[in-house]
């Protein structure tokens, strides 16, 4: 592989003098703060909010980086998985030069990230099993080229990519790839966080919506060599992740056995699921999951989204995306919400 980390960043990138922040700048132990033009007099809540956050999230990234094998360095905190998707368009992509590949049907972010920042989008389809097509990509992909987007498990098909295959892309590919985990944790296959010490072209992207139950904090992880994770903290916003949102999730750092007890319930009831679906004669096909949600083959997608949207049931019509006519992709809910789709089908 001949990767210039260096050389793939845009050069404006490469030359910014970020912004520094007051809370940058110090971070001792003073008593009295008049640096920041924050209200010295506090909020009108029960609790103060009054002082911004702190820009790097420290506490969060030690807690994180114990669990892994990973540096705090090597940790990237952002408002939501989004928020770092974005970045990397900033950091490594010239708009109307550059391009990116993704694996259709897949995150629908990446392309409409790509299309914000003016970045051409390139597509290997996956193949007919929703694998990645190695010479599709390799035929897709050019020397401007700069990030290939790989989800496993991967939206809204719901299956893991081999092992071999992502690490063929990584060791190959001159550019950035970039691994979205944002399901693994429902997932029996190994995380690729571990891996960001061995390549450092490599980019794992998780987040705190799905398995952690908290996508209305808006928080997600990027895991990366310490060079890229710097390139990540010079470029975005210098309050990036709210005061609210760090103490939550440090909060819920300490219930991790609580989440792992939603995860294994999230599972569970998706194999249960998965069984009592493929006995419908209005379902073809559901396919194996290794996510919170399932696609779902049916033999009419439009007719039976809206018979459950009567029924005040919204499921995901993903029937026009490549590869996926006719399917819908739902969700996990609870056993009673599973019950209460289920019934509902039955009516169809
Ligand atoms: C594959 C994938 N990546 C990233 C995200 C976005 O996650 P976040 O809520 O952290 O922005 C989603 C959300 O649905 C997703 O499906």
């Known amino acids: 592989m001949n990767f210039d980390l ?3 960043v845009r050069e404006n990138i490469r030359n910014l003098m970020p912004y520094s922040s007051a809370r940058k700048e110090f971070s001792g132990a003073a008593q009295i703060f008049l640096d920041a033009n924050e209200n010295s007099f506090g909020s009108p809540l029960a609790q103060n909010y009054n002082r911004y956050p702190d820009p790097l999230q420290t506490e969060i990234k030690e807690k994180i980086a114990k669990w892994n094998t990973v540096k705090a360095k090597e940790i990237f905190v952002g408002n939501g998985s989004d928020e770092a998707i974005d970045l990397l368009f900033r950091i490594f992509c010239r708009p109307q030069i550059d391009n990116v590949l993704i694996c259709p049907p897949t995150y629908g972010m990446y392309a409409v990230s790509a299309e914000i920042n003016d970045v051409k989008v390139k597509r290997a389809n996956l193949t007919e099993d929703f694998q990645l097509d190695w010479s599709a990509i390799q035929n897709e992909s050019d020397e401007n080229t700069k990030l290939i987007f790989v989800c496993s498990p991967n939206n809204p098909t719901g299956n893991s990519f081999q092992r071999e295959e ?18 693994v944790h429902f997932s029996p296959e190994q995380s690729f966080v571990a891996e960001v010490n061995n390549f450092p072209n490599l980019v794992v992207l998780q987040t705190f919506s799905k398995a952690w139950g908290l996508a209305g904090l808006r928080v997600g992880l990027a895991f990366g060599c310490e060079e890229i994770i710097d390139l990540f903290n010079r470029v975005k916003p210098p309050y990036n992740v709210s005061e609210i949102a760090q103490q939550a999730i440090l909060r819920a750092l300490e219930n991790k056995p609580e989440a792992d007890e939603t995860i294994a319930k999230i599972v569970a009831e998706r194999e249960k699921l998965i069984e009592k679906l493929q006995k419908f004669s209005c379902v073809k096909k559901v396919y194996p999951s290794d996510a919170n949600f399932v696609l779902v083959k049916t033999i009419d997608a439009e007719r039976i989204y809206n018979f459950l949207l009567a029924e005040k049931i919204v499921v995901r019509n993903r029937s026009n995306v490549e590869l996926c006519a006719g399917c819908l992709r739902i969700t996990i809910g609870t056993s009673e919400e599973n019950d209460n789709l289920l019934e509902a089908i039955s009516k169809i």
């Open 6 to 8: 260096q050389k793939i």
């Open 166 to 183: 992502i690490l063929r892309i990584v060791k190959t590919f001159g550019g950035i790839v970039v691994v979205d985990e944002a399901y």
